[in-house]
């Protein structure tokens, strides 16, 4: 399996980026707060696999 074989990536669309570029300040900073939490509620082992990802080592 090669590098680039591994790992993950997603897209967004011009209109999606310009859409998120309409949120205030305080809702930006919202939504990552809230992604923080849930992420720290997960399953130490879901957290690991999510870094292996990260790695590209998966």
Do not use: V
Not at 15 to 44: A, C, D, T
Not at 46 to 54: Q, V
């Amino acid at each position: 399996m090669n590098k680039k074989d591994k790992g993950f990536y997603y897209y967004l669309t011009k209109k999606q980026i310009k859409e998120y570029l309409k949120w205030s300040i305080e809702r930006r900073l919202k939504w990552l707060y809230l992604g923080n939490l849930m992420r720290k509620s997960l399953p130490e082992k879901i957290k690991e696999i999510h870094e292996k990802f990260r790695k590209g080592e998966i």
